[in-house]
Nanobody, 115 residues
Framework: QVQVQESGGGLVQPGGSLRLSCVAS????????TRWYRQAPGKEREMVAA????????WYRDSVKGRFTISRDNAKNTVYLQMNSLKPEDTAVYYC????????WGQGTQVTVSS
């Protein structure tokens, strides 16, 4: 089983910002596509953003376009999700996923947007 470690979540007021990090220690994130998902209570897990491995093609779901930015630092073997202008509906547990063989979901990081 191969995992990544998510961090950076927290409690933030509407309009605030957070930067999530996804770190891998057993493989190179740059060799695979990396995706950020989120799951709010009572809802299905949904993909938020993705970055491909080879050419770093990026995708965002419509609801976060212009507010979230996914990026990768190959030297740190880390993928980031910069989240700006956060809204209460962004509240969820955020998970990082890689296409690496035998990937196993981690614990995620909780993001709560509330005044």
């Amino acid at each position: 089983q191969v995992q990544v470690q998510e961090s950076g979540g927290g409690l933030v007021q509407p309009g605030g910002s957070l930067r999530l990090s996804c770190v891998a220690s057993e493989f190179m994130l740059s060799n695979y596509a990396t995706r950020w998902y989120r799951q709010a209570p009572g809802k299905e897990r949904e993909m938020v953003a993705a970055i491909s491995g080879i050419d770093s093609t990026i995708w965002y779901r419509d609801s976060v376009k212009g507010r979230f930015t996914i990026s990768r630092d190959n030297a740190k073997n880390t993928v980031y999700l910069q989240m700006n202008s956060l809204k209460p509906e962004d509240t969820a547990v955020y998970y990082c996923h890689s296409d690496v063989f035998r990937f196993t979901w981690g614990q995620g990081t909780q993001v709560t947007v509330s005044s």
